[in-house]
């Protein structure tokens, strides 16, 4: 059959790419680019979509090319579908999480993890990269807005001590990822928050958490190495409660959210 003249390359918009050649839309979803099924794909380039999926990007428009000449999605070796994986402190001093958004609330049902899907999809329409840490234990919410139906893996804690013999490290729980690259994990624990220190090549006293439990959120980031401040709320879920690490050098107990930017300041 004829093929389209067309140039493809990095910096091919999705969404129009798609538009002019159809079969583009299969070549990336063979990749686990599904990014032709969503939103994000108006402003997203190849480039950027494999870039926030962790691939590389020759061998997506190399398949692209071919599907282009000769009509059909070509075979894709399981190594080109593979993410790269980053070894703790390959990008050290550049890798950084640059921003953390918390959203919380003391009452069920009032719309947290709506707020925080939406938020998350916008921060990635425009180009970043996104985690969301859910700490909800009771409901698969945020799983459910983002279409995810399998478990999370586990993998090995590169920074964990040497097991004794004839016993297993801890594993790290790898966060999910939606079809948009954004980063999920329902589990807030001192491993947690290593796996994620390591992933972002960033150090622990780096790092802070904010949060109105002592359990779930100011204990596992102490235990982690990050600083921790506890912004307290009325009604306090009894499994929450613990005593506060009033004595810790890294742990602050702030009044209101509104006293959170000056503490980061003053810890920065």
Known sequence: MPHLEMEIGPQSNIAELVRDLPIA?????????????CGVN??????????????????????????RLSGFVPNISNEDRIP???APGEFKRHGKIKHVVPIMSGKGGVGKSLVTALVALGLRRR?????????????????????????????????AKPAPQGASAPPLMVP??????????????????RRLFARHAVASECCAMAGDSIRSDVLPALEAGAWAALVPHDIVWFYERAVPPAQHPRFTHLQAFTDLPAWIDAIA
């Not at 839309?25 to 099924?37: N, P, R, S």
């Open 176 to 193: 999910a990822q939606s079809r948009t690259a954004i980063e999920i994990v329902s589990d807030k624990t001192a491993d947690s928050f």
């Open 42 to 67: 108006k402003y997203e380039t190849i480039e950027q979509g494999a870039k926030a999926h962790g691939l590389r990007i020759e061998p997506i428009i190399a398949a692209l090319v071919q599907a």
């Open 127 to 159: 180009n970043l990269r996104v985690g969301i840490l859910d700490a909800d234990i009771t409901g698969p919410s945020i799983p459910k807005l983002f279409g995810l139906r399998t478990p999370l893996l586990l993998e090995v804690d590169p920074n």
């Open 84 to 86: 790269l994986r980053r």
């Open 25 to 37: 839309a299969e070549v990336l979803g063979k990749f686990g680019l599904h990014c032709a099924g």
